[in-house]
């Protein structure tokens, strides 16, 4: 069965820093692989997603990851810091060989500093 | 882009009482849709998934009798918890499946806030 770690609960930075949140999966092939963020009571928003091919996925808001199949990694990164950042990030991952139906990691809460 | 809305954004009910959740793919058709629950600083936890003209496929230990899922159309599933009890409070968010070319993805609803009281 697929699985996902996002090690991280909480992550603090200032605004304007760079920032890189951990995922680290569990899948026996290529998996499908997801970055969403979650404001206070809303839904999920996709930040990006990597199916095949180049590995850096470049997403929304300045967002990207990388899929390193030799570290089970998809770490999300932004090089800049906003306070509108600020949020609950989830990193997903998708079954490429049947149901797609995602799991989710318990997600790492983004503090942002002025 | 592929919008899904689900309706209400928040709910509170009596104890005892039913509730319905709306979830409506607005620009395409959602042959499947999903359906999750949250609960405080915790991830989503899949509930069921919802085929259009089909039962539901209940996870384990999700009480189908419970929470109601109904997918009568390509654009529309409801989620109905039935005699809600106060730990049934929780947020409930509907995801619908989107087949492109090659890819597959998923979009997601705003949520539902649900207190019973």
């Known amino acids: 069965a697929q699985s996902v770690t996002q090690p991280d609960i909480h992550i603090t930075v200032s605004e304007g820093a760079s920032l890189e949140l951990r995922c680290n999966y569990s899948?026996?092939?290529?998996?499908?692989l997801f970055w969403y963020v979650q404001s206070p009571g809303q839904g999920l928003q996709l930040l990006l997603k990597?199916?095949?091919?180049?590995?850096l996925v470049q997403g929304i808001k300045g967002f990207e990851a990388e899929f390193k199949r030799s570290q089970s990694s998809f770490n999300l990164r932004k090089p800049s810091v906003h306070w509108s950042d600020a949020a609950e990030y989830f990193c997903?991952?998708?079954?490429?060989?049947?149901?797609?139906?995602?799991?989710f990691g318990r997600g790492t809460s983004l503090i942002v500093h002025p | 882009g592929a919008v899904v809305s689900q309706h209400p954004s928040r709910v509170i009910c009596k104890s005892g009482t039913s509730v319905k959740i709306e979830c409506r793919s607005l620009?395409?058709?959602?042959?499947?849709m999903f359906w999750y629950r949250q609960f405080p600083k915790k991830s989503l936890m899949l509930m069921a998934t919802?085929?259009?003209?089909?039962?539901?496929?209940?996870e384990q230990g999700v009480e189908k009798d419970k929470f109601l899922i109904n997918h009568a159309s390509l654009t529309l599933s409801t989620l109905t918890v039935t005699s809600a009890h106060p730990e049934d409070s929780s947020f409930y968010i509907c995801?619908?499946?989107?087949?492109?070319?090659?890819?597959?993805?998923?979009?997601f609803g705003s949520g539902t806030r649900l207190t019973v009281v």
């Open positions: 620009d395409f058709q959602a042959t499947t």
């Open positions: 995801s619908a499946r989107v087949s492109g070319t090659g890819e597959v993805g998923y979009t």
């Open positions: 990597y199916f095949s091919g180049d590995t």
């Open positions: 899948y026996g092939a290529t998996p499908y």
């Open positions: 997903a991952v998708g079954d490429s060989g049947g149901s797609y139906i995602p799991t």
């Open positions: 919802s085929n259009e003209g089909s039962k539901a496929t209940y």
